[in-house]
């Protein structure tokens, strides 16, 4: 919304860098078992497995309703909305969880989270409309691209400084206060709009689980059923932010992991 960039072919961009970032994890994941073997678990009946996946059948369903919509191009991001809320609605009545109390429940939620993103957007869109009157994007963007530099040095100081920022700000203020400033210098420096969201996207992504403010690792900590040191759960995802950081080094060598599929789908 804040750079008014298409949120389908965001959607779309994404998919193959997920997919790379799923590559990259798996194969982590499959060095350090390598490495370090565990005990061969008895094996599991294909019946009991698939037993066990049917739990699941409502959640994918529910995200091919919602992005298959989107992707086919039948339905706007917020219609597609509606109908995840519908086919929500549908499986709670399936499962017998449909009641007045949750509908009741679920629209106070709502109510109160879209009055705080609409305080916050707006805040952000002030925030943009200040800084425009002012021309700080401008200047700082002519600044920058006149600095003798290329421009995949800038676009890395650019990475560093959400990479720092993420050791101490939530991901959503992140995006709040940096993108109405630093969007115009991206946009100047040649880069596509559509890249720079899929990068900022997983920076942000990777703001939740550095130290020492990852929130999604306190949350971890919380649920360990044993407990111990907050150490240890940073200690253990380090190796997948180097991986995260390795995709976004594989997105900046080769965009067209994430701008293909958008220029090719139209």
Not at 39 to 67: G, Q
Request: hydrophobic letters at 55%; charged letters at 10%; aromatic letters at 10%.
């Amino acid at each position: 919304m804040i750079t008014e960039t298409s949120v389908g072919a965001l959607y779309i961009a994404a998919l193959f860098p997920s997919l790379l970032v799923v590559a990259l994890f798996v194969g982590l994941i499959a060095w350090h078992g390598v490495r370090n073997p565990l005990p061969k678990p008895p094996p599991i009946p294909l019946r009991e497995k698939l037993i066990a996946l049917k739990d699941l059948t409502p959640t994918v369903l529910l995200i091919v309703l919602v992005l298959g919509s989107i992707y086919g191009g039948y339905a706007t991001p917020t219609e597609a909305a509606a109908l995840g809320v519908v086919g929500s609605l549908f499986f709670a009545a399936i499962e017998g969880k449909l009641s007045l109390r949750l509908l009741n429940a679920s629209a106070e939620a709502t109510a109160r989270n879209t009055a705080l993103l609409g305080l916050i957007i707006f805040g952000a869109y002030l925030l943009n409309y200040i800084l425009t009157i002012i021309n700080v994007p401008q200047a700082l963007a002519g600044l920058i691209s006149g600095l003798p530099l290329p421009p995949w040095a800038i676009m890395c100081c650019i990475i560093g400084l959400y990479f720092a920022l993420g050791t101490f700000m939530e991901g959503f203020s992140m995006i709040i206060t940096t993108v109405p400033v630093v969007f115009p210098v991206v946009v100047a420096l040649g880069y596509d709009p559509i890249w720079f969201g899929v990068i900022v996207t997983m920076l942000v992504e990777i703001a939740q689980i550095s130290p020492p403010d990852g929130t999604v690792m306190y949350v971890l900590q919380g649920m360990r059923p044993k407990g111990g040191p907050i150490t240890d759960v940073f200690a253990g995802v380090m190796p997948f932010v180097l991986a995260y950081l390795l995709a976004i080094v594989l997105l900046m060598i080769v965009p067209e992991i994430a701008t293909w599929l958008p220029s090719v789908m139209g």
